[in-house]
């Protein structure tokens, strides 16, 4: 039976090594459940130790084959490729801090090959949200920088992975970058920022939001990772929250098709329809 109404996952991890893999997304459809946005791991995630730019391609070609089994199974899905910026700390255990930014940077355009080539949607970088020194975090932004301009030039937009705030000064970067700040995509939002956010299905703020005609998407920044289950929430929770909130009476279909079919549609543009 068709949806009456998509609903997407803005930010989705699988992993054949340490989780199920694409036969979750079986449990989001469930669900209710309709599209999903892909995001590519960690290096490290995929086994993959980077020496080269090239070497990132390994990362990403696993992330499109799980799309493609993905989309086997009758899900929509979609893939955004980059860097994540955590590999600085991995990296600065074999190599310094130059040829760290330019190994960044260098998969980076890498990405970029497949959003030229229609393969992905959109890039993903970021910075630590955790502690650094000044000089890794001038460097994260640097690199940060790259990913923007990259974003800009390719006309797409761009998910961050970065700390806990509004990150406002990211703004001025993507203004300088040439970026179109409405397409900065915040992953894992969790305040105001003037960023596009994307946030939790457990956010608490949901229903204030979708009665305010807020412009957000939901995620659930799943990690299929056996080890952790549920991590960061599972599978089900963005299909799970919506129907409990149209089943209490916060939200309407009307609502759901926004945020869900026409937000998505005008980040991305590329359809988010049932």
Not at 107 to 136: F, M, N
Not at 235 to 252: E, F, N, Y
Request: with cysteine; hydrophobic share 40%; aromatic share 6%.
């Amino acid at each position: 039976m068709t949806p009456a109404f998509p609903i997407l996952d803005d930010h989705f991890h699988l992993n054949r090594r340490t989780g199920r893999g694409p036969e979750v997304i079986k449990e989001f459809m469930r669900s209710g459940g309709t599209h999903i946005v892909l995001v590519t791991l960690p290096s490290w995630s995929c086994g993959v130790t980077p020496s080269a730019p090239a070497d990132f391609r390994e990362v990403f070609d696993s992330t499109l084959a799980d799309a493609e089994a993905v989309r086997e199974l009758g899900c929509t899905c979609y893939c955004m490729a980059g860097v994540h910026p955590a590999e600085v700390g991995r990296l600065l255990e074999r190599m310094s801090l130059t040829d760290a930014e330019s190994l960044m940077k260098g998969g980076l355009d890498v990405a970029a090959e497949y959003v030229a080539d229609g393969k992905c949607i959109g890039l993903k970088s970021g910075r630590p949200h955790y502690p650094v020194s000044p000089e890794v975090w001038d460097m994260a932004n640097r690199v940060l920088s790259h990913a923007l301009t990259l974003a800009g030039e390719l006309d797409c937009p761009l998910q961050i992975h970065a700390e806990s705030g509004p990150c406002a000064d990211v703004v001025d970067m993507a203004k300088a970058a040439g970026m179109d700040t409405t397409r900065v995509i915040k992953h894992f939002a969790t305040c105001e920022t003037p960023l596009h956010p994307s946030v939790t299905a457990r956010e608490p703020f949901l229903a204030d939001w979708f009665r305010e005609g807020r412009v957000f998407t939901m995620e659930s920044d799943f990690m299929d990772d056996n080890s952790r289950p549920g991590a960061v929430n599972g599978p089900r929770s963005v299909p799970r929250t919506i129907q409990r909130m149209l089943q209490k009476g916060d939200i309407t279909t009307d609502d759901v098709w926004r945020i869900h079919g026409d937000v998505p549609a005008k980040l991305y543009r590329v359809p988010f329809e049932v």
